[in-house]
């Protein structure tokens, strides 16, 4: 895989690269949000490691003008850990979050987790219908009464996961490992956070994630 490392530190890409090359893989750098937005229109990259507090252009921003261009997965790298940083990273697309400090053999595991989780996406053209609710899981586009619903990247796993998964009770926890990545720091809320924004979402048809109280989620025609 080519995997660019963007940190202002450069003891942290060096770090990085050392076991990303060990690993077999193909290490790039940048220093900056502006230098990573610039490599990525020009070259193609396999995921992306993204630290969040830099120079010139932070990685919020620069994840998403990446996006604009690129679907590449992206591995946030960041010394804030609040839930609230969490839950926007993984709203603007966003693979997984890392917070720092972090040990690189925990990134390189993180790194396999989001690459399987990438393979496993759906070939052909794949289209349930439920109701008046229509999900295209190649193209990752969701109707509702014929109308293209605007899910986040998140929204849009935790409804495929949900339907994969039709008529088996989902722990929270479950959601938040299968969903969000390997040994994701967050709590019950941020799954609860997601289902009603995505309940939101599909309007009417909200009626088919069901809340299992004290455990979790299921969806449920």
Request: hydrophobic letters at 40%; a negative charge; charged letters at 35%.
């Amino acid at each position: 895989m080519k995997i660019l490392i963007v940190d202002d530190e450069e003891m942290i890409r060096g770090v990085l690269r050392e076991y990303v090359e060990f690993e077999g893989n193909e290490a790039y750098e940048a220093a900056d949000g502006m230098e990573a937005v610039r490599m990525c229109r020009d070259n193609d990259y396999d995921l992306v490691l993204m630290d969040v507090m830099m120079p010139h252009l932070d990685g919020f921003s620069a994840v998403k003008e990446i996006k604009k261009h690129k679907d590449v997965p992206v591995i946030m790298l960041s010394a804030r850990g609040e839930e609230y940083d969490k839950l926007f990273a993984f709203e603007i697309g966003v693979d997984d979050y890392v917070t720092k400090p972090f040990s690189p053999k925990e990134v390189m595991a993180r790194i396999n987790a989001v690459t399987k989780r990438r393979e496993q996406k759906p070939t052909g053209n794949e289209i349930l219908k439920f109701e008046g609710l229509e999900i295209d899981m190649a193209g990752r586009n969701v109707y509702v009464d014929g109308a293209k619903a605007e899910l986040t990247p998140k929204e849009y796993e935790l409804l495929f996961y949900l339907v994969r998964n039709k008529g088996i009770a989902l722990t929270r926890e479950k959601l938040l490992y299968d969903v969000w990545g390997f040994d994701f720091y967050g709590d019950d809320r941020t799954v609860d956070t997601h289902i009603k924004m995505l309940r939101g979402n599909l309007k009417e048809y909200r009626k088919f994630i069901v809340t299992l109280r004290g455990l979790g989620y299921k969806f449920e025609d």
